[in-house]
């Protein structure tokens, strides 16, 4: 029965292999639902950016079609972990959820333990997993993922440990089964990768070096999303304001946008993220004239240091990135920004760390995503000297924190009192009757509004601002 298949059945162009390792690894899936006389379910975990909920929603398709049921659980008959390695409290974490697993798969041994994404790049991740971890039975990295059915159906004929790690990205394989978790919005990669090498930052050597799809790809995926019903769509990039340099015919992230905004049936549009450094005057005006594109700009600062962003290898100043954000601001008044900070880079001082105060004072962000510097090996930034003391870094966090969070508490009701559009997501979770909806700004509101409004975009008048989201209620529909 299980024989090795004949080489020569089984095709060497993709998506089409992997089409035909989704049948094969079917087979085998519908023979195990036989002997266990249900349906098999899969678990899949997603830590990390926006880039790992993409993939992993390409791998819950990939996991339907082979056959299985997706299941919140993790006593599935598959656990998958799609992980992160941005910070080392990313990797930690699925160390010890990997304790967890191994109980759960000592009281069922035909559960199968899958890991995959960024950790899994980091040969010294894989070695130890191999040693301490024996029981994970599938292995692959960041730039392999669209192979699961290939790589699942040979390690159910070979049972033991497969581990497929690439070190870098061949082609990127287009049109195979995706599954949304939302069916109203939808992240589309427009690039993959990062040639950026921020001297703290590990993304590059995890998940490579920039790759831009091709338009004519991304607008056929779009269209098919809208013709299934997506009305917003994220265009997800390490780096979006650098697409498309490296194409055949290259063109500018700008000039996509535009594109973009021409499709009907998509209403809103986002991007992340974008590198102060690379972004120009023309995505400003695109931004602009093109009323689709959410006024909402993710814009990571760092650090508000000039030196610090010189050792961070960020490729501006301190008065350019506020430049930048005030010809922003001329361009589009209205527009929130959102940033990044870390906090206790190498040889921070509290001079730089005063800097960084400073433009987040300047700046007055809508919200900021803060961090402790997590040293990565590898990265430049791992070997320099006079690593900050852990006992300076906690307070700096603390009082970064809470100056983030005054100024957001003051910024985000800006618009109480206001009928905006509202894009109705999903049924609140803490009042009945209410459902919640996210502002063209990305901030969240509450309103009374019934289930069948969910994905369709309603004025809401926001009549009271509670902080960091509103109350309102629903003018028309
Ligand atoms: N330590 C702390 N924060 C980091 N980030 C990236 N690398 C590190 C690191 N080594 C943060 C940056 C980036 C965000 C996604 O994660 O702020 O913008
Ligand atoms: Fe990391 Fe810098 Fe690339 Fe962002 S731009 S992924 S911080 S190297």
Known sequence: MNQIDNNNNIPTQEPQRQL??????????????????????????TFGCQMNARDSEKLLGILEQVGFVESEREDA????????????????????????????????????VALCGCMMQEPEVVAKIKKSYPFVDLIFGTHNIFKLAELLYERLQRKKMVIDIWDAAETIVEELPVERKYPFKSGVNIMFGCNNFCSYCIVPYVRGRERSRRPEDILAEIRRLAADGVVEIMLLGQNVNSYGKNLEQPMTFA??????????????????????????????????????????????????????????????????????VDRIRQAIPEISLTTDIIVGFPGETEEDFAETMDVVRQVRYDSAFTFIYSKRTGTPA????????????????????????????????????????????????????????????????????????????????????????????MIRS
């Open 255 to 324: 000039q996509l946008l535009r594109q973009v905004g021409e499709i009907e049936e998509i209403k809103r549009i986002r991007f992340m993220t974008s590198h102060p450094k690379d972004l120009s005057e023309e995505l400003i005006q695109a931004m602009k004239e093109t009323p689709k594109v959410c006024r909402h700009l993710h814009l990571p600062l760092q650090s508000g240091s000039t030196r610090i962003l010189q050792e961070m290898n960020r490729r501006y100043t301190k008065e350019q990135y506020l430049a930048l």
């Open 20 to 45: 035909y390792f989704i049948e094969k690894a079917g087979e085998l899936v519908r023979q195990m639902e036989g002997q266990k006389g249900r349906r098999l379910t899969a678990c899949i975990q």
């Open 382 to 473: 791992a070997a320099m000297e006079h690593q900050v003391l852990q006992s300076a870094v906690k307070d700096r966090f603390a009082r970064l924190l809470r100056e983030v969070q005054t100024i957001s508490a003051e910024v985000c009701g800006r618009d109480a009192g206001t009928v905006q559009k509202v894009l109705a997501e999903s049924v609140d979770d803490h009042q009945e009757g209410f459902l919640t909806g996210r502002l063209d700004n990305n901030l969240i509101v509450h309103f009374p509004g019934t289930v069948d409004l969910i994905g369709s975009i309603v004025e809401v008048n926001l009549a009271e601002s509670k902080g960091f989201y509103y109350m309102g209620s």
């Open 77 to 112: 008959d598959l656990v998958l972990y799609n992980t992160c390695t941005v910070r080392d409290n990313a990797n930690q974490k699925v160390y010890g959820r990997l304790g967890y697993l191994n109980n759960l798969k000592k009281k069922n041994p035909d559960m199968l």
